[in-house]
Each structure stands twice: as structure tokens, then as C-alpha cells.
């Protein structure tokens, strides 16, 4: 069987803070600093998780958006490395909505595992669209924080956005690029050992 192991390159991200005196104080607008990073992907897992995703949108429960959304994730901390999928499920009381990432995310923390490799992004309905329509909500995007964090290796964590650009396997992030300043509550007696300095 080939190796389909690649190394891909996060850029570096270098945006200085703003600072501006005001008569009542200094403002700062926080810049946001990250080095450039290698992780390893193995692309042939990738196509699985995002051909899965992509299926597993057709399941959406989606009668009042009609945005059909379907995520598969694999964690760190399953020794079968099996794919995991969800996909949004409505509500009348648009609060009571899950999202496709919490769905797959919940149905793995149901089976134990707490750290997160890989989570694929499917969005079916919009695959042409910028990728600000692919991309997971904000409350998502810190759910998927959660699963990292708790990683024993979160750099090696990476988040998949499908695409329909001819050629294209997915978009890339880790979690630092896709949510910066994330919010990250810990108890005392919580171990903090997996947190990354965010200034170079």
C-alpha cells in the first residue's frame, strides 16, 4: 500500500498590535503572531473523511435552511482511527440546532475519545462559495477548540473544508489559524500543558 503521508506548510502569520492613545487610555488592537508550521496529513485519509462528510450532509435534518452540512472526524485518541460522522440537525427553536462539526464531535466524545486529528467540513450546498460560507460557525469553531486542547499532540490537529475548485482537495487550518484568541477555560487543576504561545 502507498504512503500517502505528505507534510503541508501553515504559513506564518505576523500582524503587529495597533496601539492608539486615547485621553482615557491606551486602545490596543491585538495583532495576531504565529510561526510557520509543518504538519503531516495523510491526503488518503483526508479524501475518505471528506468524501464521508460530503455523504453524510445528505443526512442533514435541515427543513428551514435547506443548508445541507456534513462533518466526519477522527480522533487522536481512538486507536481504530475510525471515521466518525455528523451532520446538522434543525429545530423550530433555531437555539435548540446542532451543527454538522458539534454533531460528529458529540457523537465521538460519546464513544470516549476527547482528541481530535482530523475534522472534515462539507457544506454540499454551497462548494463554489467563498470560503467564508465553508467555513464552521463561531460556536463551532470553539467547540472544535475543546477536542484539540485536550489533545496529547494538538499540533498535529487539522480541519478540512471541502471545496468544488476543479483540482482542489480541501482548504486547511489548525485551530490557531481558524479561531485566534479562542477561549480557553481552565479550571485550577486542569492541565494547561497542551496551550501554545500565540507571539513569535
Known amino acids: 500500500m502507498r504512503d500517502s503521508s505528505i507534510t503541508i506548510i501553515l504559513p506564518q502569520v505576523a500582524i503587529a498590535d495597533s496601539i492608539i492613545e486615547s485621553p482615557a487610555g491606551r486602545i490596543i488592537v491585538p495583532g495576531h503572531h504565529l510561526p510557520e508550521k509543518r504538519v503531516n496529513i495523510d491526503a488518503a485519509l483526508a479524501q475518505q473523511l471528506l468524501t464521508a462528510a460530503r455523504a453524510t450532509a445528505a443526512n442533514a435534518h ?3 435552511s435547506n443548508f445541507h452540512v456534513g462533518a466526519a472526524v477522527v480522533m487522536a485518541d481512538d486507536p481504530e482511527r475510525r471515521i466518525i460522522t455528523g451532520a446538522n440537525v434543525e429545530n423550530g427553536s433555531y437555539g435548540a440546532t446542532i451543527c454538522a462539526e458539534r454533531s460528529a464531535l458529540a457523537a465521538a466524545s460519546s464513544l470516549g475519545f476527547r482528541a481530535l486529528r482530523y475534522l472534515a467540513l462539507s457544506t454540499a450546498d454551497s462548494l463554489t462559495s467563498p470560503l ?10 470553539q467547540t472544535i477548540r475543546e477536542f484539540i486542547a ?17 483540482g482542489t482537495l480541501c482548504e486547511a ?4 489559524r481558524l479561531l485566534p484568541y479562542g477561549f480557553n477555560f481552565a479550571p485550577p487543576g486542569i ?3 497542551y496551550e501554545r504561545v500565540l507571539t513569535s
Open 191 to 193: 492541565d494547561r500543558s
Open 132 to 141: 467564508c460560507d465553508r467555513s464552521p460557525c463561531g460556536i463551532c469553531r
Open 150 to 166: 485536550r489533545s496529547s499532540d494538538a499540533s498535529e490537529a487539522l480541519i478540512l473544508v471541502d471545496t468544488a475548485e476543479p
Open 62 to 64: 435541515a427543513p428551514y
Open 173 to 176: 487550518f489548525d485551530i490557531d
